[in-house]
Each structure stands twice: as structure tokens, then as C-alpha cells.
């Protein structure tokens, strides 16, 4: 498809058309990855954060409440995820001083010691760091690394991205991909941009590389310059995943409980979106990112009731080892 194709893909509102889309796009997840849903536990261990991006509650100039995990209580977070059955281990934070000024190698310990215990791949997501801090953590075997540039559209990204150079962030990416490790990439809906915009990012995504595309509707937050920026309509993000699971069926797509919480997740699933991101173990005091409480405490983002809902419409969740060799795959492709 092409940059028009996918335009015209993304202008669809018969509701026929639409399923048909969606249909579609789940014979292609089908092909690739049979009936098996991959889950990902989300550790967010740090909402301290340097920068001033205009669409995050926990941008720096926003007066919330933050915290920062002590190193055992992350490392115990991350074996009850293990433990509760999820694939992967999320390692996320704000741009933190601590770390980001101060030591990179409390950070470096923390991920040893947590891929020892728990035997699990991991993700970090600690926003853009020096190329020699990537290379260490592709050496110590750190599987992905997430960056996304939430728009390819440079002119938005200023605007998003408040003092961030796009080139630098787009480089930490391939550098990552250089070093061997598996990337995410992954867009906001509801931000401003154009149909051609989003098209220009699915192209994009495919142009990098990246082994998991994302997209994730915005969420307006109490704070922020963008608070009464409106939630889009929750078909558009649907339709990116779906025409992101036709161009690229071997890629990962998540369908996050970030942005409507596990009751936004049958849609996404029927979509085309192939892994469940950010689950959270309840009564822990960890946020999420879009959605910094909706479902945690209560318990609804968890594996039981993310594996109810895979039961009902004929899914199922992989094991570790189907995640193992998708990995394979991925790096397969990658080299
Ligand atoms: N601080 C690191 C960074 O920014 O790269 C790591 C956190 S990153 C995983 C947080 C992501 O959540 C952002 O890149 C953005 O895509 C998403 N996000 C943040 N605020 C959001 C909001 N209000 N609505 C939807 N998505 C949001
Ligand atoms: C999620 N809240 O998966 C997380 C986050 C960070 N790598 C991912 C945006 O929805
Ligand atoms: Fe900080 Fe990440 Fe939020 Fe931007 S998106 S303000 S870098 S936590």
C-alpha cells in the first residue's frame, strides 16, 4: 500500500467497510501468530522527568504527585509480573535526573538483576539515552528498546516534543537497532496531525525497522497545555492498528489498557493487535502513562482478567516460549 492507499484505508466510515478492514487484518494476525496473544507487565518505576512534553501528565512542569521505586521494590514488582504469567518485562521511567544525570549503572544493576531472577526478555523504555548507555544495555542482553517519536511530522513533533531534537531521538532508535536490540516505534492519535501524517509514520515505521508498532490514542490530562485537546474517535487508533497488522503481519502491535483501560481491549484485539500492554499488579502505587490510575487498583489489568477476555473471543495467551521464538523471528529479519 501506498501513501494514498492507506489514506483512503484511513477515510473509511461504512461500518461494513470497516469490519471488513478489521476482519482482514485478524486472518493476517491469524497467518502469523496463530490464536496466541503475547502480555507484557509494565513497570513504571520513575515519574520524575526532565522534559515538558505538552501531551504528558508527567511532564516536569505539571505540580503532581511522583515517586521514584527503591531498587528491591522494583526487582520484587517485576517477579510478581513474572510470576503472574506475562511475557515480558516493560522497564519504564521519565527522564529522571537520578538516572539520566546522575547513574546509569543503578539502572544497568537493576536490569541484571531482574532478567537473572526472573529469566524473562525485557524492554526498556527510559526515554533517549547516550548511544554508549545502549550499547551496555544490548551487551547485558536487554531484548527491546522503546522510543517513539509520537509523529513523523517534524513541525507537530516540536510542538509535542518541547526541546527535543527529533533527529537525535529518531538516532537513539537505529543506534539501539545497530547494536542488535529489537525497537519499538509508535504515534499518537489525536494530536493534530493530518491523515497524510499518520500514513507518512505507518511507512515510517516500516522504513526503521521496528519489530513493534504502536499507536495509541491521546488521553487529555488535569495539567497540561493539551487538557482540553478532545479524546479522538477510538476507530481511528483501531484503524491504524488494523492497517498496520496488513502492511507489517510479522510485527507486534499492542493493544494497550493504557488508553481505555481492560474494557478498551476486546476492540483493539479485533483490530489486529497482538500483544496486551501494561499490565500493572494491583495495590502496588504504580501509575500508568496515559491512563495513570483507570483499572490498577482494582485489579483489572492483570493476566486472570486479560485471560478472561482472550477465552471469549476464541484467543488464547502464548507462553514464554511462543514469545522466545517470535523473538528469533523478529532478529531474524532484523539481520
Ligand atoms: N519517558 C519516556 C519517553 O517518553 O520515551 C518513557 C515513557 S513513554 C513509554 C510514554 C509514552 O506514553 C509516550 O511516548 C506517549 O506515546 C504515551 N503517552 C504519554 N502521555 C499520553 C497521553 N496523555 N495520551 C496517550 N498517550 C500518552
Ligand atoms: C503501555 N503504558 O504499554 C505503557 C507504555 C511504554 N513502553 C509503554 C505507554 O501502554
Ligand atoms: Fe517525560 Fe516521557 Fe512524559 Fe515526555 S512522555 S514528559 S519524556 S515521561
Given at each position: 500500500?501506498?501513501?494514498?492507499?492507506?489514506?483512503?484505508?484511513?477515510?473509511?466510515?461504512?461500518?461494513?467497510?470497516?469490519?471488513?478492514?478489521?476482519?482482514?487484518?485478524?486472518?493476517?494476525?491469524?497467518?502469523?501468530?496463530?490464536?496466541?496473544?503475547?502480555?507484557?507487565?509494565?513497570?513504571?518505576?520513575?515519574?520524575?522527568?526532565r522534559n515538558d512534553c505538552n501531551f504528558c501528565y508527567y511532564?516536569?512542569?505539571?505540580?503532581?504527585?511522583?515517586?521514584?521505586?527503591?531498587?528491591?521494590?522494583?526487582?520484587?514488582?517485576?517477579?510478581?509480573?513474572?510470576?503472574?504469567?506475562?511475557?515480558?518485562?516493560?522497564?519504564?521511567?521519565?527522564?529522571?535526573?537520578?538516572?539520566?544525570?546522575?547513574?546509569?549503572?543503578?539502572?544497568?544493576?537493576?536490569?541484571?538483576?531482574?532478567?537473572?531472577?526472573?529469566?524473562?526478555?525485557?524492554?526498556?523504555?527510559?526515554?533517549?539515552?547516550?548511544?554508549?548507555?545502549?550499547?551496555?544495555?544490548?551487551?547485558?542482553?536487554?531484548?527491546?528498546?522503546?522510543?517513539?517519536?509520537?509523529?513523523?511530522?517534524?513541525?507537530?513533533?516540536?510542538?509535542?516534543?518541547?526541546?527535543?531534537?527529533?533527529?537525535?531521538?529518531?538516532?537513539?532508535?537505529?543506534?539501539?537497532?545497530?547494536?542488535?536490540?529489537?525497537?519499538?516505534?509508535?504515534?499518537?492519535?489525536?494530536?493534530?496531525?493530518?491523515?497524510?501524517?499518520?500514513?507518512?509514520?505507518?511507512?515510517?515505521?516500516?522504513?526503521?525497522?521496528?519489530?513493534?508498532?504502536?499507536?495509541?490514542?491521546?488521553?487529555?490530562?488535569?495539567?497540561?497545555?493539551?487538557?482540553?485537546?478532545?479524546?479522538?474517535?477510538?476507530?481511528?487508533?483501531?484503524?491504524?492498528?488494523?492497517?498496520?497488522?496488513?502492511?507489517?503481519?510479522?510485527?507486534?502491535?499492542?493493544?494497550?489498557?493504557?488508553?481505555?483501560?481492560?474494557?478498551?481491549?476486546?476492540?483493539?484485539?479485533?483490530?489486529?493487535?497482538?500483544?496486551?500492554?501494561?499490565?500493572?499488579?494491583?495495590?502496588?502505587?504504580?501509575?500508568?502513562?496515559?491512563?495513570?490510575?483507570?483499572?490498577?487498583?482494582?485489579?483489572?489489568?492483570?493476566?486472570?482478567?486479560?485471560?478472561?477476555?482472550?477465552?471469549?473471543?476464541?484467543?488464547?495467551?502464548?507462553?514464554?516460549?511462543?514469545?522466545?521464538?517470535?523473538?528469533?523471528?523478529?532478529?531474524?529479519?532484523?539481520?
Amino acid at each position: 500500500m501506498n501513501r494514498n492507499d492507506i489514506i483512503d484505508l484511513l477515510r473509511i466510515d461504512n461500518r461494513n467497510e470497516i469490519e471488513e478492514l478489521f476482519s482482514q487484518a485478524r486472518k493476517a494476525r491469524e497467518k502469523e501468530f496463530g490464536n496466541k496473544i503475547f502480555m507484557y507487565g509494565f513497570v513504571y518505576f520513575s515519574t520524575w522527568c526532565r522534559n515538558d512534553c505538552n501531551f504528558c501528565y508527567y511532564r516536569k512542569s505539571n505540580e503532581i504527585d511522583r515517586y521514584r521505586k527503591e531498587p528491591e521494590e522494583i526487582i520484587s514488582i517485576a517477579e510478581n509480573l513474572a510470576g503472574s504469567g506475562v511475557h515480558l518485562l516493560d522497564l519504564t521511567m521519565g527522564e529522571d535526573l537520578t538516572y539520566h544525570r546522575d547513574n546509569f549503572d543503578l539502572l544497568y544493576d537493576i536490569v541484571r538483576r531482574i532478567k537473572e531472577n526472573t529469566g524473562l526478555p525485557v524492554m526498556l523504555s527510559p526515554g533517549l539515552i547516550e548511544d554508549r548507555d545502549i550499547a551496555r544495555f544490548a551487551e547485558l542482553g536487554v531484548e527491546w528498546y522503546a522510543l517513539y517519536q509520537e509523529t513523523h511530522n517534524r513541525e507537530l513533533y516540536a510542538k509535542l516534543r518541547l526541546n527535543q531534537d527529533y533527529d537525535q531521538r529518531m538516532h537513539g532508535k537505529l543506534y539501539a537497532k545497530e547494536t542488535g536490540m529489537l525497537i519499538e516505534e509508535g504515534i499518537l492519535a489525536g494530536v493534530g496531525e493530518s491523515l497524510g501524517d499518520i500514513a507518512d509514520s505507518i511507512l515510517e515505521m516500516g522504513r526503521i525497522g521496528a519489530s513493534q508498532m504502536r499507536v495509541m490514542s491521546f488521553v487529555p490530562q488535569d495539567g497540561i497545555p493539551m487538557e482540553s485537546v478532545r479524546k479522538p474517535d477510538p476507530l481511528l487508533e483501531e484503524k491504524i492498528i488494523a492497517i498496520l497488522r496488513l502492511m507489517y503481519p510479522w510485527v507486534l502491535i499492542p493493544a494497550s489498557l493504557d488508553i481505555d483501560g481492560i474494557k478498551g481491549l476486546e476492540d483493539r484485539l479485533n483490530a489486529g493487535a497482538n500483544v496486551i500492554t501494561s499490565i500493572i499488579p494491583p495495590k502496588t502505587g504504580l501509575a500508568g502513562v496515559a491512563q495513570n490510575s483507570m483499572d490498577v487498583d482494582e485489579g483489572g489489568r492483570t493476566v486472570e482478567e486479560a485471560s478472561h477476555i482472550l477465552k471469549t473471543m476464541g484467543l488464547q495467551p502464548a507462553t514464554v516460549l511462543d514469545y522466545r521464538e517470535c523473538l528469533a523471528r523478529l532478529n531474524g529479519r532484523c539481520n
